[in-house]
């Protein structure tokens, strides 16, 4: 048995020596250094294994060392871009990082030219929109822009589909007869005045937006940029780029959050009794002592009382809890975001034409169609060289927008006003005719607001270079823009909710 334990252990020796064996021979140490383009060594540059957590340091020097299984390093730093580098074999590594800072020879729309970004200061920024397309599903442009421009202020009321929003570049920049008021900035497409509400444009279709924020920029555009300007920059064709086809399709769902948790029936009831009160008074005159005590009877055995209700001396007393917030509210509101283009050029023409869709429903009954948001988009943009001296371009855009709300404004207020030990729907006695005002039957039983809008803006523009460093521009905007408001009346006799008749 002792010689059998011996050869065991050996075997085992043998095994790990092996395996530490392999393992040693897998890796490789790797030196080098990092610096920069102009030579200057970088210190606290990460040198990491690809795929892996093994990671190094560089020091003063910016020299590193590492021990490395694959044949794949990734340098990075804060400052500088990521450069992925292959391990050679006996060999330090010399590597060179380049800066991000080539952001600032990134032209920027200005006024009716451009400027290189280095040569501006801070009354201007500019947002990139597919940079921030694909981490916030958003349907509107106005929405997108919250919180990603400097000095842009973007105020939306509600969340309402398709809610419009409030533009503010300085804070109050008006002064009236009654004081300081808040002043809305002027907002050009392709540096023409762009007429509808910003939400009009499907994001999609939108290159750059650029904000000036001086007041120099009147000086360009007049009193009407008083407060500000919105550039925006649609997309538009590459030259001798082959023909794609880009297709993005979102869907969203929303649920209500922080709603409101309402107290029981009985906890209702208790608290009318704690107020000193005998009789609900704003009802039929109930007994309170009797409701509280058939509450707690309801509680005890909820199964003997299947309508939920009882009456006691031709007096009706609920017994069965309701949410008036929760049945005003309907499924899960859903967005849906559809957008095809076909972009394309030779080394004379380009050209891009696109289609989009956007339909919205709200939290609010959406199976009722009374809480939506609908949006269709065309564009077509064509830029040809017909000489050397001369392009000529033409772009064109359709945009149909449809709101639709509810009738009733406040029907949040009369939701969450009404106690859930009083019925939403009708009262089961004589001389209470009609509905109980709750949220849901004020939306139901009124006609909703329509709201319909387009624009059809149709550009030519000619650009001419008769000699060098000198461009003639020339272009003519047809802009017509209309808006079409449904709204009537439907008669209904609701009852309050507290039981009386309005």
Same mark, same amino acid.
């Given at each position: 048995?002792?010689?059998?334990?011996? &050869?065991?252990?050996?075997?085992?020796?043998?095994?790990?020596?092996?395996?530490?064996?392999?393992?040693?021979?897998?890796?490789?140490? %790797?030196?080098?250094?990092?610096?920069?383009?102009?030579?200057?060594?970088?210190?606290?540059?990460? %040198?990491?294994?690809?795929?892996?957590?093994?990671?190094?340091?560089?020091?003063?020097?910016?020299?590193?060392?590492?021990?490395?299984?694959?044949?794949?390093?990734?340098?990075?730093?804060?400052?500088?871009?990521?450069?992925?580098?292959?391990?050679?074999?006996?060999?330090?590594?010399?590597?060179?990082?380049?800066?991000?800072?080539?952001?600032?020879?990134?032209?920027?729309?200005?006024?009716?030219?451009?400027?290189?970004?280095?040569?501006?200061?801070?009354?201007?920024?500019?947002?990139?929109?597919?940079?921030?397309?694909?981490?916030?599903?958003?349907?509107?442009?106005?929405?997108?822009?919250?919180?990603?421009?400097?000095?842009?202020?973007?105020?939306?009321?509600?969340?309402?589909?398709?809610?419009?929003?409030?533009?503010?570049?300085?804070?109050?920049?008006?002064?009236?007869?009654?004081?300081?008021?808040?002043?809305?900035?002027?907002? &050009?497409?392709?540096?023409?005045?762009?007429?509808?509400?910003?939400?009009?444009?499907?994001?999609?279709?939108?290159?750059?937006?650029?904000?000036?924020?001086?007041?120099?920029?009147?000086?360009?555009?007049?009193?009407?940029?008083?407060?500000?300007?919105? &550039?925006?920059?649609?997309?538009?064709?590459?030259?001798?780029?082959?023909?794609?086809?880009?297709?993005?399709?979102?869907?969203?769902?929303?649920?209500?959050?922080?709603?409101?948790?309402?107290?029981?029936? &009985?906890?209702?009831?208790?608290?009318?009794?704690?107020?000193?009160?005998?009789?609900?008074?704003?009802?039929?005159?109930?007994?309170?002592?009797?409701?509280?005590?058939?509450?707690?009877?309801?509680?005890?055995?909820?199964?003997?009382?299947?309508?939920?209700?009882?009456?006691?001396?031709?007096?009706?007393?609920? $017994?069965?809890?309701?949410?008036?917030?929760?049945?005003?509210?309907?499924?899960?509101?859903?967005?849906?975001?559809?957008?095809?283009?076909?972009?394309?050029?030779?080394?004379?023409?380009?050209?891009?034409?696109?289609?989009?869709?956007?339909?919205?429903?709200?939290?609010?009954?959406?199976?009722?169609?009374?809480?939506?948001?609908?949006?269709?988009?065309?564009?077509?943009?064509?830029?040809?060289?017909?000489?050397?001296?001369?392009?000529?371009?033409?772009?064109?855009?359709?945009?149909?927008?449809?709101?639709?709300?509810?009738?009733?404004?406040?029907?949040?207020?009369?939701?969450?006003?009404?106690?859930?030990?009083?019925?939403?729907?009708?009262?089961?006695?004589?001389?209470?005719?009609?509905?109980?005002?709750?949220?849901?039957?004020?939306?139901?039983?009124?006609?909703?607001?329509?709201?319909?809008?387009?624009?059809?803006?149709?550009?030519?523009?000619?650009?001419?270079?008769?000699?060098?460093?000198?461009?003639?521009?020339?272009?003519?905007?047809?802009?017509?823009?209309?808006?079409?408001?449904?709204?009537?009346?439907?008669?209904?006799?609701?009852?309050?909710?507290? $039981?009386?008749?309005?």
């Amino acid at each position: 048995m002792r010689l059998r334990a011996n &050869l065991l252990l050996a075997l085992v020796t043998v095994l790990f020596a092996i395996a530490g064996f392999g393992q040693e021979a897998a890796t490789r140490l %790797v030196t080098g250094t990092v610096k920069d383009q102009k030579g200057n060594p970088l210190q606290s540059i990460t %040198v990491t294994e690809k795929g892996t957590t093994n990671a190094a340091i560089t020091d003063a020097a910016g020299a590193f060392s590492i021990r490395v299984k694959t044949a794949t390093l990734v340098v990075s730093g804060v400052g500088f871009q990521t450069q992925e580098v292959k391990v050679q074999d006996g060999k330090a590594l010399a590597i060179v990082l380049a800066d991000e800072s080539k952001e600032l020879s990134d032209v920027v729309i200005v006024g009716y030219g451009t400027q290189k970004k280095a040569n501006l200061t801070g009354v201007t920024s500019t947002v990139k929109m597919d940079q921030i397309l694909g981490e916030r599903p958003i349907s509107t442009t106005a929405s997108l822009l919250q919180g990603v421009s400097p000095g842009l202020q973007v105020t939306i009321g509600s969340g309402r589909p398709g809610e419009g929003a409030n533009l503010n570049i300085r804070g109050a920049t008006g002064l009236t007869s009654t004081g300081f008021t808040q002043g809305a900035p002027l907002i &050009l497409v392709d540096n023409t005045v762009f007429d509808g509400p910003l939400n009009l444009i499907d994001p999609n279709d939108i290159e750059t937006v650029t904000v000036l924020k001086d007041a120099g920029s009147a000086a360009i555009y007049g009193a009407r940029s008083a407060f500000g300007v919105i &550039l925006i920059n649609p997309k538009k064709g590459k030259k001798n780029q082959k023909t794609q086809f880009n297709y993005s399709n979102n869907i969203v769902f929303s649920n209500p959050t922080n709603l409101p948790q309402k107290a029981t029936p &009985l906890q209702g009831i208790q608290m009318l009794i704690d107020g000193g009160l005998t009789t609900y008074s704003v009802g039929q005159g109930q007994d309170l002592a009797t409701w509280k005590t058939l509450l707690q009877n309801y509680e005890a055995n909820p199964s003997k009382y299947p309508n939920g209700y009882d009456t006691v001396n031709n007096k009706y007393y609920q $017994h069965q809890g309701a949410d008036a917030v929760n049945e005003m509210l309907g499924h899960s509101a859903m967005q849906y975001m559809n957008n095809l283009s076909i972009t394309g050029g030779s080394d004379k023409t380009t050209y891009r034409l696109s289609f989009g869709s956007t339909n919205e429903t709200g939290i609010l009954l959406p199976s009722a169609g009374q809480d939506k948001f609908t949006r269709y988009n065309v564009r077509s943009f064509v830029s040809s060289d017909i000489a050397s001296w001369f392009n000529a371009q033409l772009d064109a855009a359709y945009n149909y927008g449809n709101t639709v709300r509810p009738g009733y404004d406040n029907a949040y207020t009369y939701a969450a006003r009404v106690p859930s030990y009083l019925r939403t729907d009708t009262v089961p006695l004589a001389g209470y005719p009609g509905l109980i005002a709750t949220g849901k039957n004020l939306i139901n039983t009124t006609a909703p607001h329509d709201y319909r809008y387009d624009q059809l803006r149709v550009t030519a523009r000619t650009v001419l270079k008769p000699f060098k460093d000198f461009t003639v521009t020339g272009e003519y905007t047809f802009s017509n823009y209309h808006t079409l408001e449904t709204n009537y009346d439907k008669y209904n006799t609701p009852q309050n909710s507290d $039981h009386r008749v309005s």
